[in-house]
């Protein structure tokens, strides 16, 4: 038998992925970016086994077998095997394949379980392989927004013009190190599984939001102006981008109909308290970002994070207003 083990973490994006104009290459309507997360947060960690006495392809998913493995992860399989290396590799076109992957956070929630785990997938298939080269496009076979978290630092998923999605591929903004203070916050106000996937969400806004299509033609621009401000480490410019492409897409899921919302009351109040803070301080000092669900990232330099952590302690006390968790994290290197 042969086994490679990974860890992948996940990636929090500042400018929102949702809609798909492929739907089998996950090709998407716009452009994204995000920050991935360092490997000691919020991460899943994958073991893939090959051997010549499997019957078929297998997958436990935090210890508990999946009834059938599914077409996304067969499209990764076989892009994989394509493109398997010959130099010491595993016959790799024959033999049935095992995933065992775990998270150590709520899967569904929110909080980009699936990049982290297509990301890891990916990569450890890569290394069992030896597949060399561009891995980026494989992971977004399973999860589109997995393959920003196939590298460390401020990612960009580029959506690419190719039909064959073979320019659709993740790509550093700046080296891993660029912005050592900048810190990620996430506040857990639900770890329950969210009603509308994102997938199946992303479909029906595709469908019938016109402010969707309005996005499409906002994104280059606000990605244009955010890799500036990464690159200049502007953080005021950085964070209201930030948080205005937050707020649209949440916007854009009211806009769906039926409509889709992901923010809670306890949401909503994250939001006020950001506000209030950047006002009372006269400076954009943190900048809230919200996914398919209510868990709140909070994006902030290092110099504001005991302030910061010591507030939201005591205006979000877990007891009272629901807070699960808060994690603190950094996006950074991916070893
Ligand atoms: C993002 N999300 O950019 C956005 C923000 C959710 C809100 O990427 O269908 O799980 O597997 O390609 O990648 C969630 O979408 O969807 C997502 P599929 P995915 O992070």
């Given at each position: 038998?042969?086994t490679v083990?990974?860890t992948a973490?996940v990636?929090i994006?500042?400018i ?10 996950i090709?998407?309507?716009n452009s994204?970016?995000?920050?991935t997360l ?18 078929e ?5 935090n ?14 399989f076989?892009?994989?095997?394509k ?6 590799s595993?016959?790799?076109l024959?033999q049935?394949?095992h995933?065992c992957?775990e ?6 929630a929110g ?5 982290a785990g297509?990301a ?5 298939l890569?290394?069992?392989?030896n597949v060399?080269g561009e891995?980026?496009d494989i ?7 997995a393959?920003r978290?196939?590298?460390?630092g ?8 190719l039909?064959d ?6 790509k550093?903004?700046t080296?891993d ?9 996430v506040l857990?106000?639900?770890d329950?599984?969210?009603h509308?996937g994102?997938?199946?969400?992303m479909?029906i806004?595709?469908q019938?939001?016109t402010l ?5 033609e906002i ?7 955010i890799t500036k ?6 953080f005021?410019?950085?964070a209201?981008?930030t ?5 649209q897409?949440?916007?854009i899921?009211?806009d ?12 909503r109040?994250i939001?006020s308290?950001?506000?209030q ?8 000092k943190v900048?809230y970002t919200?996914?398919?669900?209510p868990?709140a ?13 010591s507030?939201?302690n005591?205006y979000f006390p ?14 950074v290197?991916?070893q």
């Amino acid at each position: 038998m042969k086994t490679v083990t990974c860890t992948a973490p996940v990636n929090i994006a500042v400018i929102k992925y949702w809609g798909k104009k492929d739907e089998d290459l996950i090709l998407p309507t716009n452009s994204s970016l995000s920050a991935t997360l360092g490997q000691d947060e919020l991460r899943a960690k994958t073991t893939v086994a090959v051997d010549s006495s499997f019957k078929e392809d297998k997958m436990w998913l935090n210890g508990k077998e999946e009834g059938v493995v599914s077409k996304r992860i067969q499209n990764v399989f076989r892009e994989t095997r394509k493109r398997k290396g010959n130099q010491d590799s595993v016959d790799g076109l024959n033999q049935k394949i095992h995933i065992c992957s775990e998270n150590n956070f709520p899967t569904a929630a929110g909080l980009a379980s699936s990049a982290a785990g297509y990301a890891c997938l990916v990569y450890s298939l890569s290394k069992l392989f030896n597949v060399q080269g561009e891995i980026s496009d494989i992971a977004r076979l399973g999860s589109g927004s997995a393959c920003r978290s196939i590298y460390g630092g401020f990612v960009e998923w580029q959506m690419g013009s190719l039909s064959d999605g073979s320019d659709s591929i993740a790509k550093q903004v700046t080296h891993d190190h660029h912005w050592p203070e900048m810190c990620i916050l996430v506040l857990v106000v639900s770890d329950q599984k969210k009603h509308t996937g994102s997938t199946q969400g992303m479909q029906i806004s595709v469908q019938n939001s016109t402010l969707l299509q309005k996005r499409i033609e906002i994104v280059p621009n606000r990605i244009k102006n955010i890799t500036k401000a990464i690159i200049d480490k502007d953080f005021v410019t950085f964070a209201e981008i930030t948080m205005k492409d937050s707020n649209q897409f949440h916007a854009i899921c009211l806009d769906t109909y039926p409509p889709i919302s992901y923010l809670t009351d306890v949401s909503r109040q994250i939001i006020s308290f950001v506000h209030q803070f950047n006002d009372h301080c006269q400076q954009t000092k943190v900048a809230y970002t919200f996914d398919a669900g209510p868990n709140a990232c909070l994006y902030l330099l290092e110099e504001d994070l005991p302030r910061v952590v010591s507030l939201v302690n005591h205006y979000f006390p877990p007891q009272n207003n629901g807070l699960t968790l808060t994690i603190q994290g950094r996006p950074v290197t991916l070893q």
